[in-house]
């Protein structure tokens, strides 16, 4: 997933991504898929978000004594 201010502004062409990527795993099975974000401005808030309830559902975040 490509986001943020470059992807806005068009600074990155995600077609020459897509081809650098592809070079890259010519020689693999795998072939990640290349997207233009959807979350714009709260990505990061919404990433942030997920890491600290997954943290404190691995009891990592808090000590519960």
């Given at each position: 997933v490509l986001g943020g201010g470059l992807m806005r502004r068009?600074?990155?062409p995600l077609?020459?991504?897509?081809?650098?990527?592809?070079?890259?795993?010519?020689?693999s099975s795998y072939s990640?898929?290349?997207?233009?974000?959807?979350?714009g401005d709260r990505a990061g808030l919404s990433g942030a978000l997920a890491r600290i309830i997954q943290k404190?559902?691995?009891g990592i975040?808090?000590?519960h004594a």
């Open positions: 068009g600074g990155i077609r020459r991504v897509r081809l650098h990527v592809t070079r890259l795993f010519r020689a990640p898929r290349i997207v233009r974000g959807v979350l404190e559902k691995d975040l808090y000590s």
